[in-house]
């Protein structure tokens, strides 16, 4: 219950439309909290729970290495085996760019303030 508040704080925060100092330096702790929060999630709850690769990723998987024996015959098949063991990875892009959000809000401002879509030189009219 703690994670699920501090996610939901911490998202409060992100979609807030005007910040100010005070709101920014909230953030910035709430993140380092947030980090915590989802480290011992990891190591506690997680670890008291097996979880595995769903059927459709195993299948998925499956498919893979069959086109991949079948592209290469010469290589040694592999066989699929059993369902892997799946485990929460906090090391994804995802998570690492939380600390950036605060440093990126003061940077550029607001993430409805700008767009990351590309614009090409043929529509801009002048």
Known sequence: MT???RLAEWH????LRLHIDPTLTHMDSVTTVLGQELRRFRRETCSSFKTMELPKEYAARGRR???KASQNPAGTSSATG???VK???LS?????ALGDYVYTIRLFGTTDSFSSQVVSPKSLDF
């Not at 409060?12 to 979609?15: M, T």
């Open 3 to 5: 994670l699920l508040f």
């Open 12 to 15: 409060a925060l992100a979609k």
């Open 65 to 67: 290495q069959s086109q």
């Open 82 to 84: 059993e369902r892997r």
């Open 87 to 89: 485990t929460l990875n």
């Open 92 to 96: 994804v892009y995802k998570v690492h």
